[in-house]
């Protein structure tokens, strides 16, 4: 991976975009895919699209959302303590003693999330998870008004950023999930910009994923596409305790997630995969965990009449938390897979399982 991908990634993964407060992240993509792409527009729920080769008629939607989880302000107390709800999918065992950035209008305010001391908990007390309603968000404030000067209620909370590199190939950061995905969707863009194309190609951050796959929903509505991509995160299942029996043996560092669900168009997942074998780009196949839904594939293929829709997952340890970890071969994998399947394409492709293919 080049040093100019690196030096967005690391941008991109330490900007906070918590779910329906995206700007920041669509910011550092919308500059990023505007060098190369021939259109970038960004819609009313924040979604960012770029385009190349929008004469096209056949068109292929990539989608990877840049939301993450996070918090929103619900109160001040007289204290100065600031006590909040969850913005899309919390692990309460997660979040004490978390670093978190509140967005304001003028800018970030660092705070930690507090609970009672462990010394002045009972002994029951000690072997239950504590609620999130036990917990505050403490920014050094002294009393309601000093804290009132720094921010409001309502203003979104991100985990502290903390992109940084371990290992030989791997990456940690909050909110992997699934700005990793928007990160493949955008480099997919670049390569794709120096190549001739078939098929137009619009690559589009969506929003509001971890609140229902919203933005998914819109953007696929406007693209119309023949063709979709989701690039999400999977679970790593090379950790202990991880029943492989019931998710499947996928492992880091050994390819990117091909995934055999109600999700995925059974046509267009043959096209993937012997790309992937006549390119050989390795990839791991999954059943996933569910039969259908949790991923913007979901909502792309039900749209309109109907999308030819494949989900290709990076597979991504601590999910849902502070330090979630990819691996940098997975990550380029993935971009080699989707640059060279939609190269591929002539545009008069249809996907009708049992008679296309």
Partial sequence: MNKNSLKFMEEFMNSSSPSGYEEEAAAVFR?????????????VLGNTMGVLNPEAPFRVMLAGHYDEIGFQIVYISDDGLLYFRPNGGID???VPASEVEIITEKGRVHGVIGKKPIHLLSAKEREIAPDLNDMWIDIGAENREEAEALVSIGDPVAMRANFRFMGNNRV??????????????????????KRKLNVAVYGVGTVQEELGL????????????????AID??????LPDIPKKLLGDIKLGKGPELNRSADNNVVLGKIVRAVAKQH??????????????????????MTRSGVATCLLSVPNRYMHSPVEICDLRDIE???KLLVETISSLKGTEQFRPGIDG
């Fill in 31 to 43: 500059n990023y895919i505007s060098k190369f792409c021939d259109d970038v527009q960004t819609d």
């Fill in 92 to 94: 309460k065992l997660n």
């Fill in 172 to 193: 940690m950061s909050k909110g992997m999930d699934d700005k990793v995905g928007a990160f493949i969707v955008a480099e997919v863009l670049r390569e794709l910009s």
């Fill in 214 to 229: 919203r933005g998914a929903t819109t953007s696929c509505f406007e693209v119309n596409p023949q063709v979709g991509f």
């Fill in 233 to 238: 995160v999977g679970f790593a299942t090379d």
């Fill in 280 to 301: 050989k780009i390795p990839y791991q196949d999954t059943a996933a965990h569910r039969a259908s839904g949790g991923t913007d594939a979901a909502k792309i293929q």
């Fill in 333 to 335: 994998n993935s971009i």
